[in-house]
């Protein structure tokens, strides 16, 4: 369930957690078995399409980049640039699957399935309500991805400085890489959950009426209900969950990179 259940800045009382364990353990033994997977179907559903612009973006431009800034050597410039552009690609696709994932991952969710989800939003909210979290979710992830190339591409060169296929060399850096990234942006997060959720007992609190957007107001928001704190609500939760992530994605694509790139070179070599 990600750390959307523990970056609620007032949920109900029942779903208060002070760990990752105790957040889990708690949602399985109250809600079911299944309720930490809610949302996951639209999440694999976007993830596909959005993850294979994302990594051909960057792909096309970190070499233009590279030729230019560094004559085809490894440029950190581009690889942060070529990073956050493809990032712009990526959260077009991946928005609108984010919103209906966060609300039914909420306490007390009131929809029983996606298409539902997805149905009452749009009728109550209109079709603005899926991406009213984009620009928020641009200022995360660009400088989470341009974070996240830049150490995955430094920690390659301290690991595997030869640059050759090497799965425990990928797994390790996109690990590490995803963890540093994951932190540094946490308060960015935070304010895209809540812009996401539209926590009504968080809004309520403060005399909020309507729909929260922005975040600039988001920011604000999470200082009024939670202070300083507030932003690093749930960071050990999204460290934890990038980690993996960030490690599997990596080490999945440079093995078809290089299975890619390896048929293609025997194919050339068998004319």
Known sequence: MRPTRMQSLQPDPK?????????LKKIVLTEGFWRPLRGINVTMLGAGPAHAMYFACYEKIKKSLSDTIQHGGNSHLANGIAGSVATLLHDAVMNPAEVVKQRMQMFNSPY????QCVRTVRRTEGLGAFYRSYTTQLTMNVPFQAIHFITYEFMQEQVNPRRE???????FAGGVAGAVAAAATTPLDVCKTLLNTQENTALS??????????????????YKLGGIAGYFRGVQARVIYQIPSTAIAWSVYEFFKYFLTKHKLEKRTSF
């Open 165 to 171: 296929y090497n799965p425990l060399s990928h797994v």
């Open 15 to 23: 779903a208060q957690y002070r760990s990752v364990y105790e957040a």
């Open 205 to 222: 609190s403060l005399n909020i009426s309507g729909h929260l957007s922005g975040m600039v107001n988001a920011f604000r928001t999470v």
């Open 112 to 115: 029983k399935s996606v298409l």
